[in-house]
């Protein structure tokens, strides 16, 4: 029978020993290596307990009073520990067992006895956390050694093993940029639940710092279709614009576009940054740049994990058609105080974490804010005349040419409460807020022939997000855990654009107004989300996930010029969601993921049924096969402006059954993964195929105070095909890592009302993408060199004209193509360089110092052609002439940077 009669002094020592920090992995190999030598001669055992605590690291648990006045004598020559805790205790009627290498349970010999009968087909659970903040590691692969038993941890670091075969078996644990872990199970441990702990990186040790040559994994191929896990703590070492950068590191990754240097999103397998799921701690953000699109808007300081699914992801993810981007945030050290301060030439950051209740309460804090309305460098100045060249909503020119100077800045903000008041419970409060703004408020004059020209600008720009997040997440049992999460966001954007020129007369005085143009658009999307998730373990071969989710959401435009509206609407929108989903493994080697989602949204009246299927199959520990299949629904869409001459704002609108219908998708995947312990080789083809995609193109030129145009008009719905192969060979571990990553794919859209209803080549219809990624790791030196290839992008040439005539007159003349994306632009390519180096300051303090060079060789880079109107008196002819010019990505950029950690 167990042990009933344990004291409270017994349970905080086996508690001790269980939880030490003396079981990290250098402690880990002592049985195996440590030898004692001591002579004792009528020596108390507990003396000798405690010296061999101190001496050798070792740790006890035992209850005191069966330990009182027993005197060993003993002499030990180069004895493992088992040997000399069999030599000392020989004598009395007490025994021991090793809980693991370092730790040793010392109880009455019978109860010894019954502990150390093997049990078979236990359950095993526990959590798994980092060894040094003691944050909880989500989604980390956890297996049985020797076998092909496993699972994976949940967002909040649980798991749980079933039948795992003895109470001797050894677990194995792995997680993306942390060393895998080893730990032997024991027949007192296997009863408990464990507190796993891994550690990752450089270690210190007595305020010496030993820097690893093996830098850790950035990127890890899940065994599901389409998935990645990436560790964004390696970011940092990549080159990047100025300052590290979320989403151009994912970029990188096969099957992501990485073309566009003005665009901080991610345009995942053809479909753009709208059709992905974009998840904050249960979050949906709806913006994710800043700086008109030259940097992601997530902080990598604030983010623990990042899960990319590409396609073929599972019943629990609604609401897009394309692909997910689960990011998870810091919690922050439950132990102690820790952060970081950083700066480069664009902005500034901080990072802080603060143990409110040690190991129960916890806060962390994090921002970035550009001083770009204060200090306008060379960096800025070149950033910000690209995004004039892609933006032409950004009016910069006066009188004479001369560029007027804008006030522009941006910001983030990150705040993470989380509260463990027992084991099996979590509770988290998280808040993210980002904001861009640019504002011009110029006057200029001029005199010339008796008359005063007075021109005023005044145009604001303003665009971001802000949304906050509860969740709770219980441990119920050993197979049955929920998630409960509250999420709210509001994603705001604003283009107030306004010129005047008036004249007065030097003789009278008289002044009127001889010019008056504005442009006002407003655009709100509200997103309130409820959802519930549960997952059960119903034996070692079912696994049963399930839950509901409720999203309400609110999108709001309204877009004049001058008198003339030509968008307004106010739309608002339920979407309820249920799934049920089943993991099944027939045997060990083969898992079998089916799942059935149920969406309904309100006002378009939409009742969509989603099956969905995935599988890998494992031919050994090295060789596994995969494919997902799945259909999809989407309900909000991110439409842009495509306008010749005036800017292209996008802007968020709801599927109302009509001009704007719901957008569905079916995908089909099939891959093969080789993978050893340095090296994997992945690959992967995909077909998706879309309807309901929408294009927007009012392509008005000339316009009428008094003109009303019909939506219908510029609302263009279609379908949308992809077909594609992705290849991924990657060196995982040593002092050289990093990948090459090939992408072959064809992107087609349909629109009856355009290219007179043939199928053309996609926006986003790269053929061939090539990228390679290496990281060379020299003790405190970082070297990092990126290059990317890609073939070029289709575009448009209008070259033709129509010439509508309204009741009352007025002429609106629209530029169309007959063909489109019938041309195609010059390849993309360029080469990225980074170097990082890091060492220690005083005794705490981690400085760590950054260079880096964007498109090192000025690659003259095309990112669109555009119309250009020419004055009469350059062409020499009547009516308006336009020219067609280059519009060019941006060409060499150094950069630097600087952190201190503490």
């Known amino acids: 029978m167990m042990i009933r009669d344990l004291k409270l002094k017994l349970i905080f020592l086996l508690m001790l020993g269980l939880f030490c920090s003396y079981a990290g992995n250098v402690e880990a190999q002592v049985q195996d290596t440590l030898k004692i030598s001591e002579s004792y001669q009528d020596v108390l055992l507990m003396d000798i307990l405690e010296d061999f605590q101190s001496k050798y690291n070792?740790?006890?648990?035992?209850?005191?009073?069966?330990?009182?006045?027993?005197?060993?004598?003993?002499?030990?020559?180069?004895?493992?520990?088992?040997?000399?805790?069999?030599?000392?205790?020989?004598?009395?009627?007490?025994?021991?067992?090793?809980?693991?290498?370092?730790?040793?349970?010392?109880?009455?010999?019978?109860?010894?006895?019954?502990?150390?009968?093997?049990?078979?087909?236990?359950?095993?659970?526990?959590?798994?956390?980092?060894?040094?903040?003691?944050?909880?590691?989500?989604?980390?692969?956890?297996?049985?050694?020797?076998?092909?038993?496993?699972?994976?941890?949940?967002?909040?670091?649980?798991?749980?093993?079933?039948?795992?075969?003895?109470?001797?078996?050894?677990?194995?644990?792995?997680?993306?940029?942390?060393?895998?872990?080893?730990?032997?199970?024991?027949?007192?441990?296997?009863?408990?639940?464990?507190?796993?702990?891994?550690?990752?990186?450089?270690?210190?040790?007595?305020?010496?710092?030993?820097?690893?040559?093996?830098?850790?994994?950035?990127?890890?191929?899940?065994?599901?279709?389409?998935?990645?896990?990436?560790?964004?703590?390696?970011?940092?070492?990549?080159?990047?614009?100025?300052?590290?950068?979320?989403?151009?590191?994912?970029?990188?990754?096969?099957?992501?576009?990485?073309?566009?240097?003005?665009?901080?999103?991610?345009?995942i397998r053809g479909s753009g940054n709208d059709k992905n799921l974009m998840l904050f701690d249960g979050i949906s953000i709806y913006h994710l740049d800043h700086f008109f699109g030259t940097f992601s808007a997530f902080n990598a300081d604030a983010i623990k994990n990042i899960q990319v699914n590409k396609g073929g992801f599972g019943a629990e993810y609604g609401g897009r058609v394309s692909g997910v981007v689960n990011i998870t945030g810091k919690e922050g050290s439950s132990s102690k105080m820790g952060g970081t301060m950083g700066v480069n030439l664009l902005s500034a950051s901080g990072y802080l974490e603060v143990p409110l209740v040690k190991?129960?309460?916890?806060?962390?804090?994090?921002?970035?804010?550009?001083?770009?309305?204060?200090?306008?460098?060379?960096?800025?100045?070149?950033?910000?005349?690209?995004?004039?060249?892609?933006?032409?909503?950004?009016?910069?020119?006066?009188?004479?040419?001369?560029?007027?100077?804008?006030?522009?800045?941006?910001?983030?903000?990150?705040?993470?409460?989380?509260?463990?008041?027992?084991?099996?419970?979590?509770?988290?409060?998280?808040?993210?807020?980002?904001?861009?703004?640019?504002?011009?408020?110029?006057?200029?004059?001029?005199?010339?022939?008796?008359?005063?020209?007075?021109?005023?600008?005044?145009?604001?720009?303003?665009?971001?997000?802000?949304?906050?997040?509860?969740?709770?997440?219980?441990?119920?049992?050993?197979?049955?855990?929920?998630?409960?999460?509250?999420?709210?966001?509001?994603?705001?954007?604003?283009?107030?654009?306004?010129?005047?020129?008036?004249?007065?007369?030097?003789?009278?005085?008289?002044?009127?107004?001889?010019?008056?143009?504005?442009?006002?658009?407003?655009?709100?999307?509200?997103?309130?989300?409820?959802?519930?998730?549960?997952?059960?373990?119903?034996?070692?071969?079912?696994?049963?996930?399930?839950?509901?989710?409720?999203?309400?959401?609110?999108?709001?435009?309204?877009?004049?010029?001058?008198?003339?509206?030509?968008?307004?609407?106010?739309?608002?929108?339920?979407?309820?969601?249920?799934?049920?989903?089943?993991?099944?493994?027939?045997?060990?080697?083969?898992?079998?993921?089916?799942?059935?989602?149920?969406?309904?949204?309100?006002?378009?009246?939409?009742?969509?049924?989603?099956?969905?299927?995935?599988?890998?199959?494992?031919?050994?520990p090295s060789l596994r096969v995969k494919a997902a299949w799945g259909q999809y629904s989407q309900f909000v869409s991110r439409v842009v402006r495509h306008t010749v001459y005036s800017g292209s704002p996008d802007f968020w609108v709801l599927a109302n059954g009509n001009e704007v219908p719901d957008i569905t998708a079916t995908h089909y995947i099939a891959g093969v993964t080789y993978e050893q312990d340095a090296w994997l080789l992945d690959g992967e083809v995909y077909f998706k195929k879309s309807e309901g995609i929408v294009s927007y193109i009012p392509r008005v030129v000339n316009f009428s105070p008094t003109v009303v145009i019909s939506e219908d008009d510029f609302y263009f719905p279609g379908d949308e095909r992809v077909i594609g192969l992705d290849v991924l060979l990657q060196k995982k571990v040593g002092k050289y890592t990093g990948w090459i990553s090939y992408t072959l794919a064809k992107v087609t859209n349909k629109f009856d009302k355009v290219n007179q209803g043939e199928w053309f080549p996609g926006q986003d219809d790269h053929r061939h993408e090539f990228k390679t990624v290496n990281i060379y790791n020299l003790k405190r030196w970082v070297f990092a060199l990126t290059w990317a290839y890609g073939s070029g992008k289709p575009f448009t040439l209008p070259d033709n004209t129509l010439t509508i005539e309204n009741p009352n007159g007025d002429e609106l003349l629209f530029n169309y193509a007959d063909i489109y994306n019938d041309n195609r632009l010059p390849a993309y390519h360029r080469l990225d360089i980074s170097v990082t180096y890091r060492t220690h300051i005083k005794d705490k303090l981690e400085l760590e110092l950054g260079a880096s060079c964007f498109n090192l060789y000025n690659r003259k880079n095309i990112k669109y052609k555009k119309l250009v109107s020419v004055p009469q008196e350059i062409t020499e002819q009547t009516g308006r002439t336009f020219v067609l010019t280059d519009v060019q990505q941006l060409g060499i950029l150094p950069g630097v940077s600087m952190k201190i950690s503490f």
């Open 58 to 267: 070792l740790q006890f648990a035992f209850d005191g009073d069966l330990l009182k006045d027993i005197k060993i004598s003993v002499t030990l020559d180069e004895a493992s520990v088992v040997e000399a805790m069999n030599t000392i205790l020989s004598d009395t009627d007490l025994g021991f067992m090793l809980l693991d290498d370092v730790q040793i349970l010392i109880r009455p010999k019978d109860e010894i006895e019954e502990l150390s009968e093997v049990s078979y087909d236990i359950n095993i659970t526990g959590t798994l956390k980092d060894a040094q903040s003691g944050e909880p590691l989500p989604y980390a692969t956890i297996y049985v050694k020797d076998t092909r038993k496993g699972t994976v941890t949940n967002q909040f670091g649980f798991f749980t093993l079933l039948e795992v075969p003895t109470d001797t078996s050894t677990i194995v644990c792995q997680y993306i940029g942390y060393q895998p872990m080893e730990y032997k199970l024991s027949s007192y441990v296997s009863k408990q639940r464990l507190d796993l702990r891994m550690e990752r990186g450089a270690k210190e040790l007595q305020e010496v710092v030993v820097w690893d040559d093996n830098i850790p994994q950035l990127l890890d191929a899940s065994s599901d279709a389409g998935s990645y896990s990436v560790d964004p703590s390696t970011f940092k070492v990549l080159p990047s614009l100025g300052q590290v950068d979320v989403f151009r590191s994912l970029q990188l990754m096969p099957g992501i576009g990485s073309t566009n240097e003005t665009s901080g999103g991610l345009v």
């Open 359 to 620: 190991n129960r309460l916890r806060l962390m804090l994090a921002g970035r804010r550009s001083y770009t309305d204060l200090v306008r460098n060379r960096l800025f100045q070149k950033l910000f005349d690209a995004a004039v060249e892609t933006n032409a909503s950004i009016d910069r020119v006066g009188f004479g040419g001369e560029p007027f100077i804008p006030t522009f800045f941006f910001y983030d903000v990150n705040a993470k409460l989380t509260w463990t008041p027992k084991d099996k419970d979590v509770f988290s409060l998280s808040y993210y807020g980002g904001r861009d703004e640019l504002i011009f408020d110029e006057r200029q004059q001029d005199s010339e022939d008796g008359f005063l020209v007075t021109y005023n600008l005044d145009q604001l720009q303003n665009w971001g997000t802000k949304g906050g997040s509860f969740r709770w997440g219980r441990q119920w049992s050993d197979r049955y855990a929920s998630d409960f999460k509250i999420s709210y966001s509001l994603y705001r954007s604003k283009l107030d654009d306004r010129h005047l020129f008036t004249l007065k007369s030097d003789a009278t005085g008289e002044e009127g107004v001889i010019f008056n143009f504005f442009q006002v658009q407003n655009n709100k999307v509200q997103d309130a989300s409820v959802k519930w998730d549960h997952d059960y373990a119903l034996n070692s071969k079912h696994r049963l996930s399930y839950g509901v989710q409720a999203t309400y959401n609110d999108a709001r435009l309204t877009f004049d010029l001058v008198s003339t509206t030509l968008d307004e609407f106010d739309e608002e929108g339920t979407q309820v969601g249920v799934y049920v989903q089943d993991i099944y493994n027939p045997i060990p080697d083969w898992s079998i993921t089916a799942g059935l989602r149920y969406n309904y949204f309100d006002l378009s009246r939409s009742k969509i049924l989603e099956p969905r299927l995935s599988t890998s199959y494992s031919f050994n």
